[in-house]
Nanobody, 119 residues
């Protein structure tokens, strides 16, 4: 089995910064991609940022220039550095990873971590 454990959420004032972490553990043969999604109350879950195994990254337009995704491949960990936070960034942030466990490649999700940005 594969597990994703997130940390780093919390309450911050507008303009502040937070860093989220997500560590994957379990039966991992290879990690194809790791990224972050978020879901605000009453809204659908949306992509925030993703890092592909080849090194490319993709960001939502709303976070470009403010958020940075990075990976520690040796630790199967992905980070999301969030700067210049805005109240509209308030959401539950979910880690996602596409992992090959040796038999099948599947998507896994973390439990979610709350990020609240006050104005």
């Amino acid at each position: 089995q594969v597990q994703l454990v997130e940390s780093g959420g919390g309450l911050v004032q507008a303009g502040g910064s937070l860093r989220l972490s997500c560590a994957a553990s379990g039966r991992i043969f290879s990690v194809n991609a790791m990224g972050w999604y978020r879901q605000a109350p009453g809204k659908e879950r949306e992509l925030v940022a993703v890092g592909i195994s080849g090194g490319s990254t993709n960001y939502a337009a709303s976070v470009k220039g403010r958020f940075t995704i990075s990976r520690d491949k040796a630790k199967n960990t992905v980070y999301l550095q969030m700067n210049s936070l805005k109240p509209e960034d308030t959401a539950v942030y979910y880690c996602n990873a596409r992992i090959n466990s040796g038999w099948v490649t599947d998507d896994y999700w973390g439990q979610g971590t709350q990020v609240t940005v006050s104005s």
